[in-house]
């Protein structure tokens, strides 16, 4: 991974047109292509970024260019799409290149792996008839903690965290989408699992058709007598 911290400005020309100001950012260049740019304000997220596949190069400064203050022309450009990300360097600050190495991906936590497990063995807390199917059943674009059948024999899609806010909601409809596409498990409802549900993300889970349990972890575990609610 690449990091350049550098005075740029930067254009974008695509499906949309976006400008960028000179400023100082940092700029990220991954081992898969990517490259974002950030800035150390207004969004955790990059202000415009462009996505692999992608073909990278340093155009030649020419004399007009050099003449505006420009030191390096970084050309990114996606060759699917021809999508363009053009970033006009004018003073770099930091350069610096790292090996990271092969990450081994998100893991839960120990509270929501004995979550999930604890649910799959109490399965019934979702409603009378269900079933577990299999816990970790895999998606393309990544394992959903519990697939389950209703008293219907309907597909169940179930996320769990310890915390429930708009991320897990918005994660969960991603499966969601994407499992409907499929005619062996079409149709898939939801269900967001967690000890807390964030009052936003109740909002928008049952704004999107998706049931809402609150698990108490110590009743699961037979600490102390309770049920988990359904909303």
Known sequence: ??????????????????????ATRLL?????????????SLSYKPLNWMSPPTTFAVDEVDE???????????R?????????????????????????????????????????R???E?????????????????????????LATDAQGHSVAVEI????????????SRYLELMNRDPRLAPV??????QEIKPQARTLAEDRGIRCLVLDYDAMRGLETGHARLF
């Open 1 to 22: 991974m690449r990091l350049v911290i550098a005075r740029c400005s930067v254009d974008y020309a695509g499906r949309l047109s976006a400008h960028l100001p000179l």
């Open 28 to 40: 990220v260049v991954k081992a898969d292509g990517s490259v974002l740019v950030h800035s150390d």
């Open 64 to 74: 007009e260019l050099a003449a505006a203050g420009i030191v390096e022309l970084w």
């Open 76 to 116: 990114v450009t996606n060759p699917k799409t021809a999508d363009l990300l053009l970033i006009s360097i004018h003073e770099i600050l930091h350069d610096s290149s790292h090996e990271l190495g092969i990450d081994p991906g998100l893991q839960k936590d120990g509270v929501e792996a004995e979550l999930q």
């Open 118 to 120: 604890l649910l799959a």
């Open 122 to 146: 109490q399965i019934e807390l979702l409603g009378e008839g269900h079933t577990l199917v299999r816990r970790e059943y895999m998606t393309a674009i990544g394992p959903v903690d519990i």
């Open 161 to 172: 965290k310890r915390r429930g806010d708009i991320d897990g909601v918005e994660q969960l």
């Open 189 to 194: 409802t939801g269900v967001f699992a967690a």
